[in-house]
């Protein structure tokens, strides 16, 4: 009944700019929600970049910090990421996550969340 639904992503050049969106679907509580997104480059583990907790308190990765920044909307039940300075490091599948439960840490792994959208893919150029 949960969904999560990704959009945003595309081919930029490096130094540019994306906003991602996660549309939140067939949760009453999800003011509540712990959310995050994650990103998996072809060959890698999936990880955790950044997360915000229903106070809107939010974390980062080390390797985001400075470039990425996490919101969300409740009125909208959408979550954002607002990703400047690409690099092509960056270039990844980005995933929405959830989870109704207390995270146990700050910056919880990709792998704790029970909530996952499908996708969307994020491709930097040099």
């Known amino acids: 009944q949960v969904q999560l639904v990704e959009s945003g992503g595309g081919s930029v050049q490096a130094g540019g700019s994306l906003r991602l969106s996660c549309a939140v679907s067939?949760?009453?509580?999800?003011?509540?929600?712990?959310m995050g997104w994650n990103r998996q480059a072809p060959g890698k583990e999936r990880e955790a970049v950044a997360a915000?907790?229903?106070?809107?308190?939010?974390v980062y990765a080390d390797s985001v910090k400075g470039r990425f920044t996490v919101s969300k909307d409740n009125a909208k039940n959408t979550l954002y990421l607002q990703i400047n300075s690409l690099k092509p490091e960056d270039t990844a599948m980005y995933y929405c996550?959830?989870?109704?439960?207390?995270?146990?840490?700050?910056?919880?792994?990709?792998?704790?969340?029970?909530?996952w959208g499908q996708g969307t893919e994020v491709t930097v150029s040099s």
């Open positions: 915000i907790d229903s106070s809107g308190s939010t």
């Open positions: 067939g949760y009453s509580g999800y003011a509540y929600l712990y």
């Open positions: 996550a959830a989870d109704p439960r207390r995270p146990p840490r700050l910056l919880p792994s990709a792998e704790w969340y029970i909530y």
